[in-house]
């Protein structure tokens, strides 16, 4: 691997990483009654975002092939169904807190990877596939991912 | 430059292109009432966000040395005062106009640069503090754009 790609791999990263930290600092800053409001009437609650976040993160750790999934109960109520369809929902400090887990256990295994390691195939793209479609590597989730957090704190700063 | 540094600058521009692409098709399929729509009550209005977005599209030239904005005049509009409080705005269907012609601009120029170009300092890194930070590079530019068009979609996304 040359500089400049260890150079843009970082880069990816430090983007990953700046919103997440963006996303943390709106969780942190609102009580749980707020939590509760709807970014925009009859939308989704900021509560849905974070646990939908949280799933989404959580799935990562499979389809990048670094373990199981944390909270694979959480798929079901924000992945598969919409808000307000499943009143059985972990309370908001529960999911703030595997906001917090599912993010540093992310981090820990991004350390341990070489550049090299970000260029491998993801797990949701087979071996055939990936020969002929080089960029459905690991990075490319890192990518998609990272803008899938931008798109909802762009929902979550319509706040009041 | 390696195929590895290739591949993910390719990975990163066709992510840009995603969602160009996306945020077209938001656009095309609204009326010109539609655009008139706020994304929330008291927020900015779909037309107000697009026209954000041409500007700061449009500033990304001069920010990645390519040459001159051509539409400075939207800075004061778009970017210094929030929505509502300039009412001589340009139309509908200049604005749209305007989104076409600065991406297509973009795109032309784009294609011309070679791998290693990416890997430049942007315009508002002095030489001194790029050769400390080497991240702040025109690569960079495209990602937080990349990300800044995520999050006004996530806002678009909401409208009914």
Known sequence: MTNTTELV??????????RVQAADSVFNK?????????VAPG?????????HLVAVHD??????NLGEPMYPELDEIF???????????????????????VNSTLAGHFSNLKTE???LKHNSVSTEDF???PH????????????????HLGQLALLK
Do not use: C
């Open 117 to 119: 390691d970000w260029f």
């Open 131 to 133: 020969a002929k479609e």
């Open 30 to 38: 609102l009580t749980d009654e707020q939590l509760q409001l709807e």
């Open 9 to 18: 791999v970082k880069q990816i990263l430090d983007t990953w990483y700046s």
């Open 79 to 101: 992945l598969k169904n919409p808000d307000k369809s499943k009143p059985e929902m972990p309370t908001a400090a529960e999911l703030k807190l595997y906001w917090k887990t």
């Open 43 to 51: 939308r989704n609650r900021v509560i849905y975002i974070l646990g």
């Open 136 to 151: 459905r590597n690991r990075l490319n989730i890192i990518i998609t991912r990272t803008n899938h957090m931008s798109y």
């Open 59 to 64: 799935r990562m750790m499979q389809l990048l």
